[in-house]
């Protein structure tokens, strides 16, 4: 794929967005809501988990239960400032890489999540079928995405408030890179791309700011929990957590398998101390500051 025919890409590079949107932002209850949303959903425990858009590590300690944990992510600043929180033990693995290009043989995952990672993904369908591709048959896929028909937006709707239509399949951009998608389209790009939709969640349902200042973040995040377990009835926040499974079979891994060239697809990769060379087209990808760079 040419340079000019890949999906754009929103880059975090440089960044603060963890200070500025969460630690600095007053969101400790849309943060608490999907915690409790991952705790229900995730396995208890796990060989190897693959978690799309880590950023700076927010989500990345509830995942405590996998044995390994690989943040991905394309801004090489939000994999430093996570591996400054978290370390760099042989639990994490840090790479800096497309989500539409991910560098890694088939099957190798037996879970990934993709968090707050599909509303700045134009080609939304593409991005779910690169997880497919690494997940191992009946591996777990946890997806956020941002819900085009929330109470919210249906409303303003109503009122001639905006011009969009919330009931309509089409992903809505509201802001270059920033989209919202109606339920059943996400659910059938789940279904194309072989996986099985086992539950749903809402999450965020009080997302607004005179309750946030006025409604204590620990009740709102009760209530939360309590409307989330509609989310197989009806998803009308706006937030929605799918837990799905890999249908179908997945490549036999060889032993010591693990990346792949996302240039030519080439498994014949030698890692030296500063790069890894691809053996088949003669790229060589940097390790920059223990985080492989793969774009």
């Known amino acids: 794929m040419t340079d000019e025919s890949r999906p754009k890409i929103c880059d975090y590079e440089g960044s603060d967005y963890q200070t500025t949107f969460w630690d600095d932002g007053q969101r400790t209850y849309e943060d608490g809501a999907e915690a409790v949303a991952l705790k229900r959903l995730l396995p208890k425990s796990g060989r190897l988990l693959l978690e799309i858009g880590a950023g700076a590590g927010r989500n990345t300690p509830r995942y405590d239960g996998f044995d390994r944990i690989v943040l991905l992510d394309y801004s090489v600043t939000q994999l430093r400032q996570a591996r400054a929180r978290l370390g760099s033990g042989d639990k994490y693995i840090y790479v800096a890489a497309d989500a539409y290009r991910l560098p890694f043989v088939g099957g190798l995952f037996d879970c990934a999540t993709m968090i707050r990672v599909l509303h700045h993904m134009v080609d939304g369908q593409k991005a779910i ?167």
């Open 129 to 295: 079928e690169q997880v497919r591709a690494v997940l191992a048959a009946n591996g777990t896929f946890i997806l956020e995405f941002a819900n085009k028909l929330n109470l919210k937006s249906i409303l303003r709707y109503a009122l001639r408030k905006q011009d969009w239509n919330p009931f309509t399949p089409e992903p809505i951009e509201f802001v270059e890179l920033n989209l919202n998608f109606h339920p059943k389209t996400t659910r059938k790009w789940l279904e194309k791309a072989r996986f099985n939709v086992l539950r749903q969640l809402t999450v965020s349902h009080f997302r607004i700011g005179i309750l946030k200042k006025l409604v204590p973040s620990r009740l709102l995040i009760a209530a939360d929990s309590i409307a989330s377990l509609t989310g197989d009835l009806w998803q009308l926040s706006p937030s929605v957590f799918v837990k799905s499974k890999a249908l179908g079979h997945s490549p036999e891994l060889e032993k010591g398998q693990f990346f792949k060239c996302p240039d030519c697809e080439s498994t014949s990769l030698m890692e030296e101390e500063a790069q890894i060379h691809c053996e088949s087209c003669g790229k060589n990808w940097p390790i920059e500051d223990g985080i492989y760079v793969f774009k």
